[in-house]
């Protein structure tokens, strides 16, 4: 028993091959251990700072895009104010047209003179159907986000 106690403080000198090779393995085992453990760490941690640093980076992004969108938002908003508006005063004017028209008729009837009376134009009567072929707009989803 001497032997052991002898062999764990002072190492291998005048000790059994065997327990002398074991210590020496399992101490380079734990320091093998120990190393992969402190690698393990610092790759955990690693992933950690990167994950964080793509929260923030995704935050930042989603809040500049939330931005964009209202902005988006407010600006057809106020588009379809302006449209519905002019729908409004096409609508009338179409309407004035008509009457006019009606008077021109009466006046032409009363008089027995020929009168020029213009047609009222299709564009005037059906007002969301377009004068000139429908052209596809060409627009990235980016450019759409981004303003």
């Keep these: 028993m001497a032997s052991i106690q002898h ?4 190492g291998s000198e005048g000790v059994d091959p065997r327990y002398a090779g074991l210590d020496e393995r399992k101490r380079k085992r734990m320091l093998s251990n120990r190393e992969s453990a402190r690698r393990s760490r610092m790759k955990k941690q690693k992933q950690i700072e990167d994950l964080s640093s793509e929260i923030s980076r995704l935050k930042a992004e989603n809040g500049q895009l939330f931005q964009s969108i209202k902005a988006n ?15 409004a005063q096409t609508k009338e004017l179409t309407d ?12 032409e ?5 020929s009168v ?12 969301w159907q377009l004068p000139l072929p429908m052209q596809p707009i060409m627009a990235s989803t980016v450019d759409m986000i981004m303003r």
């Design 96 to 107: 004035r047209l008509r009457f006019l028209n009606s008077i021109l008729e009466i006046a």
């Design 116 to 127: 020029e009376i213009p047609e009222i134009p299709d564009v005037l009567l059906n007002p």
């Design 73 to 87: 938002e407010e600006a057809y908003v106020e588009i379809e104010s302006v449209n519905n508006v002019l729908r």
């Design 7 to 10: 062999t764990a403080s002072s």
């Design 109 to 113: 009837e009363v008089s027995g003179h």
